[in-house]
């Protein structure tokens, strides 16, 4: 067997371990429910439930640390802990309490049983032994099928050994795989989990938005009131001297024309800038790309820009990132003593990724300002990311991406695809239980009940083969459902998230 393959098997009987050290941590859950709801011991509920998430986080990172599939933590925000009110009391509901312990466990029971996600833990480690487990654990199966016919003399017990030895390449990290995927039916949030996320996270990032833009308003009104606002004041103010000049002296009058004049012209240059640092025109007109050329080309930087993107954000999207941009190259000019600025600007999906790197003294860190604490703001609101790597003494890169900033389109399953999603949800069972749980359970307890299980039906070296084989055929079906229907949900999401 080569590396991948033995890697795969530690990996496969690792998961089944995890998946039997579940089915503990699953019971202990059921007697804490147990204790809490029919008893009324309540305070045991939420240790319960402490282990039992702890135990699905890490079959979370071994899902996505083994089988490559990521799953998101699916849990509602927490509640916020309790305020204290002005007569120095804690209000939960219509009681009030000295101290804000009882309220906060209240709170914490009520957001811990109400949680879906609680629910749906449990449910998981209950059934991950008898579903993914069964499916990692396929060559392990096998061998322990044909291990005790060979201590009894019996050679058919050869046939099991061999079969989970030819197909231990292909199926070992097939089956790893597949249990991802069935962790991911489980464990991953639901719609409605994600809406209450996204709502715990708009709600932060709708304050940092209304705060930048409560500061945007003061620059353009400081703007306005140092610059053009003053310097039209002062045209007024010299074309009345003008005006008073004009018969006693013309020559002066004229001067102090020509100098409204130059003013005017100043003023307009200062209108534009203000207009430029509230939505550049070639932005609307020409797209990120070029206002971010426009851009570079005023800086005095040596700039080198390069752009892949296969079609245009929305306006708000170029937006914060044109002027995410501007404001890094204001700090690498005023702050890192740069020359030489590179601008990278392309796409991952439809997420928008700029990279900025300058090659200043270095230094820059977010928490003592230099715009990047605005820049991060910014971006927030468009769930987007900053990244900042500035080691003292330079170069200095900062990189920001933008989820879902670009449209795409996401095809659909294909119809075969659908047929063999119906199919393996409607006969899975078939093979799975009836076939093989129950046979198997049948055998053991050595029943002369026949009845419509094929396998007893079979001569004996057969029989366990056969009640494996039916076993594992479900947890294929099962898998290949989980499967499909996955990758159809993920269709769905994308599709109505870039719609």
């Known amino acids: 067997m080569n590396r991948r393959t033995l890697t795969a098997l530690a990996r496969g009987a690792g998961l089944l371990g995890m998946a039997v050290l579940g089915q503990l941590v699953g019971l202990v859950m059921l007697v804490a429910i147990a204790l809490s709801f029919l008893i009324g011991l309540v305070f045991v509920f939420s240790p319960a439930v402490r282990l039992t998430r702890a135990t699905t986080r890490l079959q979370r ?108 390449p292909a199926v070992a990290p097939w089956s790893v795989h597949v249990h991802g995927q069935i962790a991911h039916a489980l464990l991953a949030p639901t719609e409605k989990a994600r809406l209450a996320q996204r709502v715990s996270h708009l709600a932060r990032t709708r304050i940092d938005a209304v705060d930048s833009q409560a500061a945007e308003l003061r620059r353009i009104e400081r703007d306005l009131h140092d610059g053009a606002q003053a310097r039209l004041v002062a045209i007024g103010m010299t074309i009345g001297a003008a005006e008073q000049l004009i018969d006693s002296d013309p020559a002066a009058a004229k001067a102090l024309l020509a100098k409204a004049s130059e003013a005017s012209a100043t003023a307009l240059r200062e209108l534009r800038q203000v207009v430029r640092g509230i939505h550049p025109p070639v932005l ?56 030489e600025v590179w601008i990278d600007i392309s796409h991952q999906g439809t997420a928008l990724r700029v990279t900025v790197t300058d090659d200043g003294r270095g230094g820059a860190d977010p928490e003592r300002g230099t715009g990047l604490r605005g820049i991060e703001r910014r971006l927030a609101a468009f769930d987007g990311v900053l990244a900042v790597n500035s080691p003292v003494g330079g170069p200095t890169t900062a990189a920001f991406e933008l989820t879902r900033a670009l449209e795409e389109t996401i095809p659909s399953l294909p119809r075969w695809k659908r047929t063999i999603l119906g199919l393996c949800w409607g006969l899975c069972w078939l093979p799975l239980f009836p076939q093989g749980l129950v046979a198997m359970v049948m055998k053991l307890v050595g029943s002369p009940e026949r009845s419509w299980f094929l396998a007893l039906y079979l001569p004996e070296p057969l029989q366990w083969p056969v009640i494996i084989g039916m076993i594992c055929l479900g947890g294929v079906m099962l898998a290949t459902g989980v499967t499909l229907a996955n990758q159809a949900k993920r269709a769905k999401v994308d599709a109505c998230a870039s719609s």
Do not use: C
């Open 61 to 168: 990172r071994l899902a996505a640390e083994w089988s490559g599939v990521t799953i998101d933590e699916p849990y509602r925000p927490a509640p916020p802990p309790p305020q204290r009110q002005r007569d120095g009391w804690y209000r939960e509901g219509r009681n009030l309490y000295k101290t804000p312990r009882v309220p906060a466990f209240n709170r914490r029971l009520s957001w811990l049983v109400n949680d879906p996600a609680t629910w749906r833990d449990f449910a998981y480690l209950m059934v991950s032994p008898w579903s993914s487990g069964l499916i990692v654990g396929i060559p392990l199966l096998l061998a322990v099928t044909g291990v005790p016919q060979l201590v009894d003399g019996n050679l058919a017990g050869l046939l099991p050994l061999v079969v989970a030895l030819v197909t231990a």
């Open 284 to 339: 609307a007109e020409r797209g990120l790309g070029d206002a971010v050329r426009a851009l570079a080309l005023d800086t005095p930087l040596t700039s080198h820009v390069t752009v892949d993107l296969p079609n245009r954000p929305d306006a708000p999207v170029e937006s914060a990132a044109y002027f995410a941009v501007s404001e890094l190259l204001t700090n690498a000019v005023r702050h890192g003593d740069a020359t």
